[in-house]
């Protein structure tokens, strides 16, 4: 199954939401993404967003990215619980990443931290619902063994460290349900 990539509109470090935009945008096709670099940024709107995501489909999200003299704190996931679709990506470090296990609607996540500090994030219970993850870490190997336990996976899309599924790390495939990477 080929995924249709759809135009992605990208809002950046809002003061207000323009909900005009965001469903003008969500019904021409697209996935509306309203995107945060700096805390300053994202202070009272989250509230907001959550309810927007409560009430929308899975093509509009919310991104953290960049933040970069901070660690990313996973705890602000705690006020978007509604959120499908989120992406932590261009993240240098964060921590208490474990708050991702509150995100029951969660049905994409793309998570791109350069210095992640959990290597068992993979490991989280809620996360095994997902239809499409992304996953990028450069320092920490990960245990690429979770995803056979991500029953609904279409999409998956891997870089950086990993470590392959079995103890001797020669196996050339890596297989998962309905799917096959080689």
Not at 10 to 24: G, H, M, Y
Not at 29 to 43: E, L, M
Not at 85 to 110: D, F, I, R, Y
Request: glycine fraction near 8%.
């Amino acid at each position: 199954m080929r995924k249709k990539w759809k135009r992605k509109i990208l809002i950046d470090n809002p003061a207000t939401l323009d909900r005009v935009q965001i469903q003008q945008g969500l019904r021409d096709g697209n996935q509306v993404i309203v995107q945060f670099s700096h805390p300053d940024y994202y202070g009272s709107i989250l509230e907001e967003v959550d309810e927007l995501c409560s009430r929308l489909d899975e093509n509009f999200g919310v991104r953290f990215y960049g933040h970069r003299s901070l660690s990313f704190d996973g705890h602000t996931l705690l006020r978007i619980p509604h959120v499908k679709m989120l992406h932590l990506n261009s993240l240098v470090q964060a921590h208490n990443t474990e708050a991702l296990a509150a995100l029951e609607h969660l049905h994409s996540l793309k998570l791109g931290i350069h210095e992640l500090e959990d290597s068992d994030i993979l490991g989280i219970d809620s996360l095994r619902t997902l239809k499409d993850i992304t996953v990028i870490s450069d320092k920490k190997m990960l245990d690429l063994e979770y995803f056979k336990a991500f029953s609904g996976l279409e999409q998956l899309h891997v870089g950086g460290q990993g470590e392959e599924p079995g103890s001797d790390r020669t196996s050339g495939r890596f297989e998962l349900p309905r799917a096959t990477f080689d």
